[in-house]
């Protein structure tokens, strides 16, 4: 049982570089998310998909864009890294009937140099 | 927007003791409120969880939390922590049922020492 699968979990990039995260759900999860993790800030939301072909801007979305494929995969994009962006992302999934139950993926640890 | 505190940034207790993280949230109307783990080097995982009902609330592994609505607060604790209990521990909110948007607080990290 994969649950929330992210890839890659770790990248170095240099500033200006692109690159997008890859996230799947094999729990048929209507809702998925993408967090950084950043020491002493917890976790910020930067999109969410309530469902198949919706996105949503949450708190901390400059920079970054997002894809809702298909009711699995949600996918983060980084157009131009820049060294603010190094964080370590987490991509999570939830259900309506289990409001506020996220499941989260292993993370993806980024570093912009 | 909602807003969750944690003013434990740091927490080191021995084994045996008791603990009690606290969290405070801002927000006036209706609120589930849960409690995230993160163990070290892995993702996080729901400890538990209020919705309605008893406001004193069990989670996995000997955890619970009283949430205190005059209060605006959802304190975790356990009686007697172990060595395993070495984590962050991240409060949350939602605002209302059905909307699943979470808002963490900042997180307390934990170490126990044997």
């Known amino acids: 049982n994969a649950g929330v699968t992210q890839t890659p979990k770790f990248q170095v990039l240099k500033t200006g570089q692109s690159m997008t995260l890859q996230c799947a759900q094999d729990?048929?999860?209507?809702?998925m998310y993408w967090y950084r993790q950043d020491p002493g800030m917890g976790l910020r939301l930067i999109y969410y998909?309530?469902?198949?072909?919706?996105?949503d801007k949450g708190e901390v979305p400059n920079g970054y864009n997002v894809s809702r494929l298909n009711k699995r995969e949600f996918s983060l994009r980084l157009e131009s890294a820049a060294p603010s962006q190094t964080s370590v992302y987490f991509c999570?999934?939830?259900?309506?009937?289990?409001?506020?139950?996220?499941?989260f993926g292993e993370g993806s640890r980024l570093t912009v140099l | 927007a909602q807003s969750v505190s944690q003013h434990n940034h740091h927490v080191i207790l021995s084994e045996a003791a008791s603990l009690e993280l606290g969290c405070n949230y801002s927000?006036?109307?209706?609120?589930?409120l849960f409690w995230y783990v993160q163990y070290p080097g892995q993702h996080l995982q729901l400890l538990l969880k209020?919705?309605?009902?008893?406001?004193l609330v069990k989670g996995i592994k000997g955890f619970e939390a009283e949430f205190i609505k005059s209060k605006f607060s959802f304190n975790l604790r356990k009686p007697s922590v172990q060595w395993s209990d070495t984590a962050e521990y991240f409060c949350?909110?939602?605002?209302?049922?059905?909307?699943?948007?979470?808002?963490f607080g900042t997180g307390t990290r934990l170490t126990i020492i044997p």
């Open positions: 729990m048929n999860h209507n809702s």
């Open positions: 999570a999934s939830s259900n309506r009937e289990n409001t506020g139950e996220l499941f």
């Open positions: 927000y006036g109307g209706t609120v589930n």
């Open positions: 949350a909110v939602a605002l209302n049922f059905g909307n699943e948007k979470l808002t």
């Open positions: 998909s309530a469902s198949e072909g919706t996105t």
């Open positions: 209020y919705f309605s009902g008893d406001p």
